[in-house]
């Protein structure tokens, strides 16, 4: 696998976890707002999927983005509090490590938005060599998440892979 050091060599999986989106019901956008962002700041989308609100299908669809090279896996939705939002458990089942300081940022700047935002179950995570940051379904929110803590991204992602950084 290739290793990655500084942000704009970031190879990055973004997946949509949406029943919905996933039968065609309506048009994803969570995945095409991350997917703006991520360019915009110089990374490269490797591969992006869609899948529905299960298990096993979030963790096949992350699996598949860490063995292709993907060193950022996004993932978009599910985060809630619904009986259907299983991503943070997805995730937690195939995890090296949590990362709590992630979940815990994006909450707190979220709730300077919306009060709605103590509901949410954000979280990142070391899966196999890679960073998994699991991100609210609503675009807006998505992106807004994301900006809270890019910051780390480029340490966390390389810190995972095992190259060696300076602190």
């Not at 962002?37 to 490269?44: E, F, L, S, T």
């Not at 090296?96 to 909450?107: A, D, S, T």
């Not at 807006?140 to 602190?167: D, K, M, N, R, W």
Request: some cysteine; aromatic content about 2%; glycine content about 10%.
């Amino acid at each position: 696998m290739q290793k990655q050091q500084h942000s704009n060599h970031i190879t990055v999986g973004i997946v949509t976890i949406s029943d919905r989106a996933s039968a065609g019901a309506y048009d994803d956008l969570g995945g095409p707002a991350l997917k703006q962002v991520a360019q915009k700041v110089g990374w490269h989308v490797l591969a992006e999927a869609i899948v529905p609100d299960e298990k096993a299908r979030i963790q096949e669809a992350i699996r598949s983005f860490v063995t292709q090279g993907c060193g950022l896996v996004l993932a978009t939705g599910g985060t809630g509090i619904g009986p259907r939002d299983v991503t943070p458990e997805a995730i937690r089942a195939i995890m090296r490590v949590e990362l709590p300081g992630f979940g815990e940022v994006m909450r707190a700047e979220s709730m300077k938005i919306t009060p709605n935002a103590i509901l949410s179950r954000n979280l990142a995570a070391v899966v196999d060599q890679a960073l998994v940051i699991a991100l609210p379904g609503k675009p807006s929110g998505a992106v807004e998440c994301l900006s809270f803590v890019q910051g780390a991204i480029p340490h966390g992602v390389a810190v995972a892979q095992g190259t060696p950084t300076s602190c």
